[in-house]
């Protein structure tokens, strides 16, 4: 294993910028997750680290040995592929011993690796089938042993739970995470899926549209959003727009008076978390919400049931509207369509971004 | 009740409209197989009695047995070439899109449709320019005939390997040169064997083709250098007799037999 530095990747297609100036560092044995809607350049990213799209500027290192322009072939990164991508003529033992063919290793330790590999992902005794007798998560665990005999300094993992069921997902999730673990790889994996890229990540780099807009921890990024973008693509917000009258006073579109911390004089937009806010029937007076920094009353427009959890839309004034989420409570508050309320959060809670 | 009527009559006038169509297409050759086994010289019905006379007959006619030794060789080696130029070819038409690939797959899929006469007369033609030019033997040869079975044989492969090649996961390459193996070791490891089944198709369909073509041969074959095709052709101006019969009975075993043994190891109905 070793450390992977990607320093000023960029990738031109004429005009079209799929990555725009990607810089990021992976330690040896960090679990790194790109994260991003289709389209933001993080399979590209990807690719490029692999030696499969050659970078229009930039440099990719590999435990500080510049592999920018080195092929596929001479890299030693292993790939999981979203297709799983294994050879549908070669049995399960062949397909993991291909890498190891290559390499030239002697027979006999290809022979051991490779059911080494295989024990590893429990698929000992599988060794003859081929890939079409073997479920979609054999397949899958199969695709990772293949990359895991080569002991590849990197491991590279694109969107490998994709095409497993939403169960099962949550098992793999587990399982590829422990691996990484126990064998110390350096791995970076791109997702779409958000609930992946937290339950698995050690770090994650959210990116969009070539560019990357925040590295950080789960935390980091619920808690601390760098921008409007990554408030609204890790968790949910509810956006507010408006503009910063003066520093911790917020004005709303429809004209609503909002305490805030710091933002800098001008247009802005407010982000509030939906759990973050409270929410009390109108009639309790000096109830619950009292002491809370802002409280505004407003008619309850949609209200849906999500089993533990319920999101209810407040309508604030004609141009604003709030999500609020409440964990559901047996003789806890739910209101009705319809209903006046009172909604209520700390300044705290709101996140300031300049629009 | 109308509407079970109704499908059962739908079904019964498929079935009924695809038995015509079979038994349009397998009459011929029921009555040849059986016209083969005729005991006497003039095809006429009732037979006089059955024999396996005529079978005997082709062996004792040189020319059969050459004409059948020709092209089968010419088959062979026609087929090989074809594949050796219409597998890449394909390839290039799947995964790299350049300026005139449209037109180009269309040229190389054209040899199946223009008609036999004219591709004859053009390569004709083409082979005496060469002659002429060249100032040296072209027209005639062996290898001559074989550049023209060439022709007919890559529309098959081509054909056939491309729509083999459009349900390869083109993963599955980049999977091997991330394990190491680099553009060449690829393609023979992993590209080709899961392209097998077109390769194994258009290779039995090219080599058919070539085996019964009569029409461009025509054009090419030289003095003492003669297709079976033409044979039977030659023969049939002077002679009506079964031993024709016979040796159709044989070509039609040889290709069926071909088609069910490639069938065990690919399934034709996947590919073609």
Redesign the interface.
């Given at each position: 294993m070793a450390r992977l530095d990607i320093e000023n990747l960029v990738k031109r297609y004429g005009d079209f910028h799929a990555v725009r100036d990607v810089s990021l560092s992976i330690a040896d044995g960090e679990f790194l997750v790109l994260l991003g809607p289709s389209g933001c350049g993080k399979t590209t990213t990807l690719r490029m680290v692999?030696?499969?799209i050659e970078p229009t500027a930039g440099r990719v290192l590999l435990g500080g040995q510049n592999v920018t322009l080195l092929?596929?072939?001479k890299r030693n990164?292993?790939?999981v592929?979203?297709?799983y991508?294994?050879?549908?003529?070669l049995t399960v033992a062949q397909n993991v011993a291909?890498?190891l063919e290559?390499?030239k290793i002697p027979r006999a330790d290809i022979d051991k690796r490779v059911e080494e590999v295989l024990a590893l992902v429990r698929l000992g005794g599988y060794g003859g089938r081929l890939p079409r007798q073997l479920s979609g998560g054999q397949q899958q665990r199969v695709a990772l042993a293949?990359?895991l005999a080569?002991r590849p300094d990197v491991l590279l993992l694109d969107e490998p739970l994709s095409n497993l069921d939403a169960k099962l997902r949550q098992e793999v999730r587990v399982e590829i995470r422990e691996l990484q673990r126990q064998l110390g790889l350096t791995t970076v994996m791109v997702t779409h899926d958000q609930e992946e890229a937290l339950t698995m990540a050690d770090r994650l780099v959210v990116m969009n549209e070539g560019l990357v807009h925040q590295v950080g921890s789960q935390r980091d990024l619920y808690e601390r959003p760098a921008d409007r973008f990554v408030a609204g693509f890790v968790g949910r917000s509810t956006f507010l727009e408006g503009k910063i009258d003066t520093p911790g006073r917020f004005t709303t579109q429809g004209g609503l008076v909002l305490k805030c911390v710091g933002g800098t004089t001008g247009p802005a937009v407010l982000s509030l978390r939906p759990e973050r806010v409270e929410i009390a029937p109108v009639s309790q007076e000096g109830g619950p919400l009292a002491g809370l920094d802002n409280q505004l009353q407003g008619t309850v427009e949609f209200v849906s049931y999500l089993g533990s959890l319920i999101d209810i839309h407040v309508r604030l004034s004609p141009a604003d509207r709030l999500v609020v989420q409440i964990a559901n409570r047996e003789g806890g508050f739910a209101p009705d369509v319809g209903q006046s309320v009172h909604a209520g959060w700390p300044a705290s809670a709101g996140q300031v971004f300049k629009a | 009740m109308i509407a079970v009527i109704r499908r059962r009559a739908g079904r019964w006038a498929l079935n009924g409209a695809a038995g015509v169509a079979l038994a349009y297409i397998l009459l011929p050759l029921i009555f040849v197989v059986w016209l083969a086994f005729f005991r006497q010289e003039i095809p006429s019905f009732p037979p006089e009695g059955y024999s396996l006379r005529w079978f005997a007959a082709i062996l004792d006619q040189r020319k059969f047995v050459d004409g059948f030794s020709l092209s089968f060789r010419i088959g062979v080696l026609a087929t090989a070439i074809g594949l050796a130029l219409g597998v890449p070819a394909a390839l290039c038409l799947v995964r790299y899109n350049f300026t005139l690939r449209g037109p180009l797959a269309n040229l190389l899929l054209l040899p199946v449709v223009v008609p036999g006469v004219v591709l004859g007369t053009a390569m004709y033609v083409f082979q005496v320019e060469v002659e002429n030019g060249l100032d040296v033997d072209v027209l005639g040869t062996f290898y001559a005939l074989v550049a023209g079975h060439v022709v007919i044989v890559i529309p098959w492969v081509v054909r056939l390997v491309t729509a083999s090649l459009a349900g390869v996961d083109r993963a599955i390459e980049e999977a091997a040169q991330n394990l190491g193996a680099n553009a060449w070791v690829t393609f023979w490891r992993i590209t080709l064997p899961s392209i097998r089944p077109g390769i194994v198709a258009g290779a039995l369909f090219g080599f058919v083709t070539s085996f019964g073509n009569l029409e461009m041969s025509l054009f090419l074959v030289g003095p003492g250098r003669t297709t079976l095709p033409i044979v039977i052709l030659q023969y049939l101006e002077w002679k009506i007799d079964p031993t024709i019969a016979a040796v159709s009975v044989i070509q039609i075993l040889l290709i069926g037999g071909a088609m069910l043994v490639t069938d065990r190891y690919v399934k034709l109905a996947r590919v073609v």
């Open positions: 692999a030696g499969f092929p596929p072939w990164a292993g790939m592929f979203q297709s991508a294994l050879f549908p003529h291909f890498g290559m390499r293949r990359a080569i | -």
